[in-house]
């Protein structure tokens, strides 16, 4: 028999930060790697991470990324042997995975029969029943009629969870509650199924009541061998996308990890799975949280690639995934048997997004100005603190061509109330600028009553929503004192007056100093949509106040020492805080250990020419496609009515009425592309 043998160069079909996690164990193991690139990224990380990188086409992934002519081509012209499609875009196509070994090409993944067999939910969930795996009660046949779809709901009983057969990654997801919203629900569905994977064929199931999302993480070789690397808990979600997740999964039992783990290594077996794959159930809790031995769980799908949430795998097993996947796909054994693995530890993952959580989640693009990280190691084989997984630089531009997460950030501690306190303190950690970011609700989820009790369900964002949306950690107080404190150690820094002895001069100082009575300054702010005025007097005598609201406060600041120039210590009232305070144009961040926000410094000449921004207008809150209008010229609309449906970052969003009125005129057409704040229709109010 022939002795396997290892790559000498790959083609990584991805971009981002799984294609920089793929460098990296390659790098490591001595395997070259070339990228592929669109418009967007010519200039991206994972172009900078691989050592050759091949142009493939536009921004949009439909003309790059989704390209596999090109991709193989590439391949083939830089002499990789093999491609590693990371996970998106390709990575679960069958038609790229057949292709690939047409080219002479290995795909480190799964063979496509596969695939095939697990891509279409309503097929696999068939051959999962006849292997022996417990399945949720639901309709997955072929007939599509939407008359016999709404008949089958009915059957089940609500509620019920419609899902794209060939979908993923939540697109293709509704819940519904009751009979009458079915059919709206049921075409919203079949659309976003068919922008996203060109198949809008569904399957209806029974809405598991307080759900879990625990998956587990099988490998297979080429030999016929297969472990599982134990599960991960991935309830907490918006959108039915993953938000959190953790391993182990909190409250699990041996035996009920044992079960689940040997009925997603038969599901792998069933399908002669090679390489990495995830088997993910839904587990319901018909008695509450506290008996999980009452859980109970059903076979929901299974991703035939590496999982976002891989990392958590690795910290609690000490094991590189990526690495097992190179070997298995160039023929070698698993690494380990079922008998060799262990858990170590507790690990918690959070995607870092770019998008605004009190806005429904809205995605945002803009420039990172400011990408503050802990401290932290890209990846180690051994356990570690923090771990951050990245496909960006600061200065880098979030475009809305592709998926909003930004960052993975990653800790492992020896028990999971450890593991939260060090999420925790890397969320604190975490300075973006630029853009909208979800760290501090984040750092609200991993602090609410019900995560921190490990009470977790597929519920628990909108369960916990009163203290995880529209919550303000710093108040105007705080932000007021470092916007004035930043503005005037800036102008100091700016003018110091040092001369080329050393000597300062504080005559050329422009700090407020006086001979003699009293210095004054005011600022005029807008803080959360209201005007406030805040005036600092500083005494001969030396000390501050700070005037604010009808309140006096007693200020002292100084630049912290050793660091960079963001970093300001404050005492305020006789609290000392240390802060990292940035300033873009008019709006200063203020960044503290207990959280951040924003407060914008109102230049009153700058806004003099301003004029109320015209009534009536519904604007584009981001660059996307325009996939259709509920309403024509002339239609009367109530408060919060839907208007239009937009597509972007891979999501569809849709525009509400503000208020009552008659809707005056569509500016657009279905398919159209527009641009962040193009004004979509005219709405005359009522």
């Not at 048997?337 to 809205?362: K, M, S, V």
């Not at 969320?427 to 973006?432: D, K, P, S």
Request: proline share 4%.
């Amino acid at each position: 028999m022939k002795t396997p043998t290892m790559f000498k160069k790959i083609l990584i079909a991805n971009r981002g930060e799984i294609a920089c996690r793929v460098a990296q164990t390659a790098l490591r193991m001595g395997v070259q790697t070339v990228a592929v690139y669109s418009d967007a990224d010519a200039d991206a990380r994972h172009v900078r991470a691989c050592d050759e990188a091949v142009y493939i086409g536009g921004s949009a992934p439909k003309d790059s990324y989704l390209r596999w002519e090109k991709i193989i081509e590439a391949a083939r012209a830089t002499g990789a042997q093999a491609i590693h499609p990371g996970y998106g875009f390709l990575s679960e196509n069958v038609d790229f995975a057949k292709a690939c070994v047409q080219a002479g090409l290995v795909f480190i993944g799964p063979p496509a029969s596969a695939i095939q067999a697990m891509g279409l939910k309503a097929e696999s969930k068939q051959l999962m029943e006849k292997a022996g795996v417990p399945l949720v009660p639901g309709y997955h046949g072929s007939d599509q009629d939407d008359a016999l779809l709404q008949r089958e709901a009915d059957r089940i009983g609500y509620p019920v969870l419609i899902k794209a057969s060939a979908g993923g990654g939540g697109k293709g997801m509704r819940a519904v509650d009751k009979a009458e919203d079915f059919a709206d629900a049921l075409a919203s569905c079949k659309r976003e199924a068919i922008n996203s994977f060109g198949d809008d064929a569904v399957l209806i199931e029974k809405y598991v009541q307080r759900p879990r999302h625990i998956e587990i993480q099988v490998f297979g070789d080429t030999l016929g061998n297969y472990v599982y690397l134990f599960e991960r808990d991935c309830s907490v979600q918006r959108r039915h996308q993953k938000v959190l997740e953790e391993a182990p999964a909190p409250g699990m039992t041996a035996e009920l990890r044992a079960r689940m783990g040997q009925a997603a290594v038969e599901a792998a077996r069933a399908v002669n799975y090679v390489g990495a794959g995830t088997v993910e159930f839904i587990v319901e809790q018909p008695q509450g949280y506290a008996h999980p031995e009452a859980m109970k769980f059903f076979f929901m799908e299974m991703n035939t690639r590496l999982q976002v949430e891989h990392p958590v795998t690795e910290a609690i097993t000490g094991l590189d995934l990526v690495e097992w996947q190179l070997r298995v796909a160039c023929g070698e054994p698993l690494p380990l048997q079922q008998h060799d693995l262990q858990i170590n530890g507790h690990a918690i993952e959070a995607r870092i997004c770019a998008e605004n959580p009190d806005n429904n989640f809205l995605p945002a693009t803009g420039t990172l100005q400011v990408y503050g990280l802990p401290p932290y190691s890209y990846f180690e084989r051994a356990p570690l603190s923090v771990r951050v997984d990245s496909g960006v630089r600061e200065g880098d531009t979030i475009s809305p061509y592709y998926d909003s997460m930004v960052a993975k950030l990653i800790v492992h501690g020896a028990t999971r109330e450890e593991a939260l306190a060090r999420m925790d303190t890397a969320l604190a950690q975490t300075h973006i600028v630029g853009l909208a970011t979800n760290v501090q609700f984040l750092r609200h989820v991993v602090r609410s009553a019900s995560f921190e009790s490990a009470q977790l369900d597929t519920a628990l964002i909108p369960r916990e929503a009163n203290v995880l949306f529209n919550r303000e950690d710093i108040g105007l107080t705080l932000a007021a004192a470092a916007t004035v404190a930043q503005a005037v150690l800036r102008e100091q820094r700016k003018a110091a007056g040092v001369d080329v002895n050393g000597w300062t001069d504080p005559w050329a100082q422009r700090d407020g100093w006086l001979s003699h009575g009293v210095s004054r300054r005011s600022f005029a702010l807008n803080f959360k949509g209201e005007a406030h005025s805040a005036v600092l007097t500083r005494p001969r005598a030396g000390g501050m106040q700070l005037a604010l609201a009808g309140g006096e406060h007693t200020l002292q600041f100084a630049q912290s020492p050793d660091t960079d120039a963001s970093a300001i210590d404050i005492t305020l009232d006789g609290e000392r805080l240390a802060l990292q305070v940035y300033r873009t144009g008019d709006v200063v961040h203020v960044f503290a250990a207990h959280g951040s926000t924003q407060i914008t410094v109102v230049d009153a000449l700058a806004h003099a020419g301003d004029v109320q921004q015209e009534g009536g207008r519904l604007t584009a809150p981001m660059p996307g496609k325009v996939v259709s209008f509920a309403v024509k010229a002339g239609d009367a609309v109530k408060k919060g009515q839907a208007l239009a449906v937009m597509e972007a970052m891979k999501m569809e969003h849709t525009i509400a009425a503000p208020s009552d009125g008659t809707v005056g005129e569509l500016l657009f057409a279905p398919g159209d592309q527009v641009t962040e704040g193009a004004e979509l229709l005219r709405l005359e109010a009522a």
